[in-house]
């Protein structure tokens, strides 16, 4: 069936360090590809998406790109910022007709220090 | 826009009892899925409904049922409550189409003691 791995966390950073979260998928067809985040006491806020090969997605200085033939979407940012401190969820919607299915990963807790 | 809407934030129930939970999507939505989070299992995919019928389902026993209005407000039921269905639970809506995003609301959280 369809999964999403995510790296083992928690991961501690200091202020401005270089951010990678890794995410492998296994899927069938042509899956769409999301990071979600989720800061404490609240839902799931969409962080960006990729809906084909080699799209990359971008928002708030995180970037994600859509790798086939690894089947990978790591999430990246340059320089992290106290308030990035979160829990993010790689997710896939896979091909097909499987409507409304989001498959998330265990979810990488963040955590960044000043 | 307004966002997705969840209500109650916050219930607490006994053993046994049944549990009804709401869902209002953004405006003009009218896919709206249902998801359970919890520490040990993460993120599980509930049900989704469009357009009043359910189109997708997951994992879950006949204990955990949903509903859609003509209106795309959706409610989710849970009966004969069981200690393990303490968890947060979260809905989220789309237009409709597969590839969409899910915009998801803030959660109720329910707690069965």
């Known amino acids: 069936g369809d999964s999403v791995t995510q790296m083992e966390g928690p991961v501690t950073l200091s202020e401005e360090a270089f951010l990678t979260i890794n995410c492998t998928y296994t899927a069938t067809g042509y899956p769409s590809l999301f990071w979600y985040v989720q800061y404490p006491g609240e839902g799931l806020q969409l962080l960006l998406k990729?809906?084909?090969?080699?799209d990359k997605g971008s928002n708030k200085g995180f970037e994600a790109t859509y790798r086939k033939e690894t089947t990978s979407f790591h999430l990246e940012k340059g320089s992290v910022q106290v308030s990035d401190s979160a829990v993010y969820f790689c997710?896939?919607?896979?091909?097909?007709?499987?409507?409304?299915?989001?498959?998330f990963g265990q979810g990488t807790i963040l955590t960044v220090h000043p | 826009k307004a966002g997705v809407t969840q209500t109650p934030r916050y219930l607490i129930k006994t053993r046994g009892q049944q549990v009804t939970l709401s869902c209002s999507p953004i405006s003009g939505h009218r896919s709206v899925s249902w998801y359970q989070q919890t520490p040990g299992q993460g993120l599980q995919f509930l049900f989704e409904y469009f357009s009043e019928t359910q189109r997708n389902k997951g994992n879950f026993p006949g204990r955990f049922s949903g509903r859609q209005f003509s209106n795309s407000r959706s409610e989710m039921n849970v009966s004969t409550l069981e200690l393990g269905d303490s968890a947060l639970y979260l809905c989220a809506s789309s237009p409709g189409d597969r590839k969409e995003t899910q915009y998801f609301g803030p959660g109720t959280r329910l707690l069965v003691l």
């Open positions: 997710a896939l919607v896979p091909g097909g007709t499987s409507y409304g299915k989001l498959t």
């Open positions: 990729a809906t084909k090969a080699d």
